[in-house]
């Protein structure tokens, strides 16, 4: 071409599209009065028709389309309360922790002490001192049966501190058990509550799980017989796992 | 129904409202990859593949009323990516017969050279003019939306359109192709 008619133009003449009335009136006349330009647009408009001999083929192809589901038995696990068992789990974990942590050893007083669960509120066993009328003073010289008798006291006073001492701690530890037992039977009966309270749930659960599990076999139903013609099923997973296809055995029409 | 109310159901999780898109769309997207690939084998993978890519990433489609440039990009970028792992295309499977009893066996044959004259006349030309061309002359597509699926200026595809039919009318010249050649009278 050697006029100032551009490809794009032509083109946009050819096919009449994207070009405004007035350019194309303008085109028009030009054309009928320049030979290249007419032999270039009927050569294009030849070529294109040409093209046009070629027919679209009908694919056959039947693609379906059908969204992988979980399998069944994954139905059956709780999903929306998987927290209760751990929970619980934690709960009697952490109750054990404690009670244990509870347990306290200690030496007080010259002697050994344990409690478990509340510190013991009860004051020690006062132990009464020997009478200090009976102390001689020191400086005043003694016979030997003063000292026979005074060695005697000792004893005496040693074997009342110890068996106080005794008695002490069986009153303790009587208390500590007394009170651990009461503890543990009211966590036995919390932990009960508890595990009732989640075998209701698991319970309620369950039994809407079997009902949309009933209800998506109803729809998968459905489906199938929808898709009674199909050829090839495609099952397209939501991940990026590769596809698959299930050819049916049905002849296409 | 339209393409965009189909793909909001789709969206909402009705799957049968993809496969209605499946539906409309396969005989398009099967020619358009068949002359883009130029045999039938590359055509039908091509052709699924493209649906499937479409359903994995129907969610980044923004603007539902752009569906045609959005599915035209997809199958062409699926055929562009099975041309870099088969850098050679073939042009001899076009020859298969077609199942047809009710065309005489001397208008197959002649509908079957047609085809594959003009399919081997296309695989001659640059990819960028072919996928003009094909999307023109076989998909009715307008040069805008050419150029939105190509993401190319509109004078480009002209330009493009031109040379492409250009290069065909030597090509037909060489091989003695006409219009009285491909017109068949029955």
Redesign the interface.
């Known amino acids: 071409m050697n006029c100032d008619i551009t490809?794009?133009q032509?083109?946009?003449y050819l096919?009449d599209?994207?070009i405004h009335p007035n350019e194309r009136e303008r085109l028009k006349v030009h054309i009928e009065t320049c030979s290249s330009c007419s032999q270039t647009l009927e050569?294009?408009g030849?070529?294109?028709?040409?093209?046009?001999?070629?027919?679209?083929?009908?694919?056959n192809?039947d693609?379906?389309?059908?969204?992988e589901r979980q399998p069944l038995w994954q139905n059956l696990l709780p999903t929306r309360y998987p927290k209760t068992w751990a929970t619980a789990s934690v709960a009697i974990a952490a109750i054990l922790i404690l009670t244990f942590l509870n347990i306290e050893f200690a030496i007080r007083d010259d002697a050994f002490h344990t409690s478990i669960g509340l510190r013991s509120s009860d004051p020690p066993e006062q132990i009464a001192i020997a009478d200090t009328s009976e102390v001689i003073s020191l400086d005043a010289p003694i016979t030997r049966g003063e000292f026979i008798i005074h060695q005697q006291n000792l004893i005496n006073y040693t074997h009342r501190l110890v068996h106080a001492s005794q008695n002490q701690q069986r009153a303790e530890v009587n208390n500590t058990f007394i009170r651990l037992v009461g503890e543990l039977e009211t966590q036995r009966q919390q932990d009960l509550l508890r595990i009732d309270r989640g075998l209701q749930i698991l319970y309620n659960t369950h039994a809407t799980r079997y009902d949309q599990i009933l209800t998506q076999m109803d729809s998968v139903k459905k489906e199938l017989f929808?898709y009674d013609n199909a050829a090839e099923v495609?099952i397209?997973p939501e991940d990026n796992r590769p596809?698959r296809t299930i050819p049916t055995g049905r002849k296409t029409p | 129904m339209n393409d965009a109310e189909l793909i909001a159901q789709f969206r909402a999780g009705q799957i049968a409202a993809f496969n209605t898109l499946v539906k409309r769309w396969e005989c398009p997207i099967y020619n358009f990859v068949l002359r883009y690939a130029g045999n039938r084998d590359d055509a039908r993978d091509l052709c699924q593949q493209t649906f499937i890519r479409a359903y994995k990433n129907m969610r980044r489609l923004r603007d539902p009323d752009k569906f045609t440039s959005w599915i035209y990009q997809i199958a062409l970028n699926a055929c562009r990516d099975a041309g870099r792992r088969r850098s050679l295309v073939s042009l001899d499977t076009l020859d298969t017969p077609i199942a047809d009893t009710t065309t005489p066996p001397d208008a197959i044959v002649h509908e079957q050279s047609v085809r594959d004259l003009l399919n081997r006349a296309l695989q001659n030309l640059p990819e960028e003019q072919r996928v003009v061309i094909i999307m023109k002359e076989y998909q009715g597509l307008k040069f805008t939306e050419i150029a939105e699926t190509l993401k190319v200026p509109l004078n480009t595809v002209k330009s493009r359109m031109y040379y492409g039919l250009s290069a065909l009318k030597k090509i037909f010249d060489r091989w003695h192709i006409s219009e009285d050649m491909v017109r068949y009278e029955l």
């Not at chain 1, 030849?46 to 694919?59: F, G, K, M, V, Y």
């Not at chain 1, 693609?63 to 969204?67: A, D, I, K, T, W």
């Open positions: 490809r794009e032509l083109i946009a096919y599209e994207d050569e294009l030849s070529t294109s028709r040409i093209l046009n001999a070629w027919n679209d083929e009908q694919p192809l693609l379906v389309f059908v969204q929808f495609l397209v596809y």
